[in-house]
């Protein structure tokens, strides 16, 4: 026994190299970077330059733009699951087809294509203009950034929150329908609360990529929308200011800590109500 | 009242599955577009599904976007199932702190982990190209894959593996034939996990990409600007329907065995 | 086990850390290395800016592998060339970039003797305008030069733009695009005001960001490349656009007209350039000298419609062509013209905080 105990260790020094080598250790280089001048000196300077009216901007507006992308996910997301889990024929592979096969085309080109639907000379444009309507702005503005994070992120939202749903013992359910409780009453009493942790499982996993894109906005946003997450690209790779860069990036951290934090906790208090 | 209640659902369901697909069905339509710019339609064709095979520049992308997927996924399937065995036998505390790590690259936004992986390279001088990005691709693998065999590692019944030694088995041996089948199909499916992963990453490829080394992600990033050669959308809707065709059949195959099982 | 992790972790941790504390200058002098044996040879350009049939020609003529990638913008390809410069062995940037790079010794220099074709078909005025940026002309080899200006879709607007004022009519809105790259966008701004495109004086360029704010909401996209198909397939009505774009696009859709504005603006030259620490100077050199020949020339020129500093290659044109105004402007026509200059480091950074206001903005 001791003998393979010693074998499992050996068997994991390979990992533990990786995992410091390569998930560690760049994270301490962000950390120094964002806490160094250019010189190598320690500064704070980078991470307060998000108090700099553009970053702080850029931010609020990313926190705003993907704060109502998960809203609507949700809102989306909700009721679909809710259908789908009551067709009990739904099986698991119509949920990877709806889900999983629009994975397989690259996600670029598919956000890519929006441009194509939303422009000036799009098709809903030329539809709105053949039966005598007035164009419409939607490229560009901060409602396509909006679709192009509901788009990308949605199966994100989707797929905890039918697990939640799926999960709970039918049951219950009949139990509290035969108690004499309405179907609203069922929904926010029973249902609802428990497939509470789905739902916050699915908010964390939307909010942050939401959060921290650069791609969505720069694909629908024509350069005239700077999200936090284009601010800190460009730093890397326009403005050559990895110290910035970093810095900025820190405060994306903050972040995502905080959503790391409650998803644990909603977690635990699952496993509580488990046992 | 039923059946509007019905109706409603089926018009929803709908009308989320127009909105996922549409795009893709645009792209679709596109690649028989004859006309090169996005916006026209210059009548039906095939041609550039048969440009396509000569243009160098795709098809090495999309060599390299394959070949990532298919190294990284081996590589962590083997680093991630090796690291699962070590990391179960370990003391509650040193467990946490490992698996603590191994959810960072999951957490974390893509564009951290990708600016991480820049700084890491760029400091130690490695050279950019397609090793960085191997190890990047690998890296956010990894995780996957033991989130994927852990479970199904830790609900084994170790005295199988046991008897096995007792009865005079190598441990390599007991390994393969008491432990490897019973994990296998979370391996598996940490492996496809994983696969798909790598071929569907921008973000991380973007910071770790070196000169002339494209996958097909950033080689539709670059074109975008220029404009998206036809070809491309040719390529895409060709994967596109593969992995569908794939799915369908898989699904088939699988409903069918239960039926007869049933 | 737990001592066994903590060590282990110790173990990779210490010494990368140390590798870590050697390595933290982005990057210092290093001796040029000589050639390596591989016949590689990696060409960084601006994006559609060539016609891929040279590169296959050179590829046949020569034997060497070539990895021809392409930027977007000066401000996109400078990063990655300044993390490791001996990642590329020829580059085109443009005129102010080239004095920048030379300044901080990414350049490696040339000796013309070695490309005869270059020696011989560049035109003399071109060597002349290069030493401003290039003083000795020892860094670079004009390869296309041009304006900026607007383009317009005569059928959507029916009047003759001929002034940077247009792209602030409220007319227009919704249907201007403005370039996505820094100094080009100030320039607009500069020269509208009158200003110098080159300013380094800080009311100036605040009244110039206020300016491009002010304009913002007119703004259809900021774009570079994208310009073009946007403009070809009518989704804009202006757009700012380098002059070699203008003969394309109008081929494409011919209700475009190009215009140089009366205030001014900028002349630019792109020239080949190759980096100190490249390991491919020879190949590199004779891909500079491949592209300088008239034959290769006049091919690209056909293709991009970017004017040409090759002498060799203008004879070979038509007369129709060469009279051109707008492939081959008179530029002593205009007032107003000017080059980027590079303004250092640090009125870089102010322009790039600038840029960022009106993003963000």
Redo the contacts between chains.
Sequence with gaps: ?V???R????????????????????????V??GLTDEN?GFTFANVAAIAN???S??LF?ALLLSFIATIVCLL?AY??CM??V??QKTSN?FL???L??????????????????L?????INTFLTSIGLQPL?L??TNGAIILGMV?NF?PFMILPIYNALDDIDKNVINAARDLGASSRQTLTKVIFPLSLPGVISGITMVF??A?????VSS?LG???I?LI?????QE?????D?NL??GL?LV??IF?VI??IVSVLTERSEEDYAS | MKIRYKGIKRVYIGLIFIFMYAPIALLIIQSFNKSKSRGRWGGFTFEWYGSLFTDASIIEAFTNTILLALLSSVISVILGTMACICISKMKKKARNIMMGITNIPMLNADIVTGVSFMLLFLTLRIQFGFGTILLAHITFNIPYVILSVMPSYRDLNPHIYEAALDLGASPVYAFIKTVLPEIMPAILSGGLMAFTMSIDDFIITHFTAGAGVHTLSTKIYSEVKLGIKPEMYALSAMIFITVLILLILVNRVQGSARKEDA | MRRHVMKMTAAVLLPSLLLYGCGISKREERAELPDDESNRLIVYNWGEYIDPETIEMFKEETGYDVIYDVFETNEIMYPKVAADPSQYDVICPSDYMIAKMAGEGLLAELDMDDMPQAKKNIGEDYWKMSRDFDPENKYSVPYCWGTVGILYNSKLIDEELDSWESLWDPKYNDDILMQDSVRDLFMVALKKLGYSLNSTDIDELEEAKELLIQQKPLVQAYVVDEVRDKMIAGESAIGVIYSGEAEYTREENEDLVYSIPKEGTNVWIDSWVVTKDSRHKKAAKEWIDFMCRPDIALMNFEYIYYSTPNVGAMELMDEETRANEVLFPDLSKYSGLEAYKYLGKDTDRLYYNLWKEIKSA
């Design positions: 026994m003998k393979t105990k074998i499992a260790g050996f068997l994991g020094l390979p990992y533990i190299f990786w995992a410091a080598a390569f998930i560690v250790i760049p994270l301490i280089m962000v120094w970077y190598g009216p553009a970053h901007k850029a507006m989306l009721p679909l259908f789908l009551e067709a592979s990877t087809m709806l999983i096969v629009p994975m397989w085309m690259n996600f670029l080109l598919r956000t890519y294509a929006w441009q194509s639907i422009e000036k000379t799009g098709i702005r490229i560009n788009y949605l942050i990529p959060l921290t894109t650069f791609v694909l024509g350069g005239k700077l997450g284009n601010v800190i690209e890397f790779m326009v403005a050559y990895w860069g970093s990036s994306l951290l995502i959503n790391v």
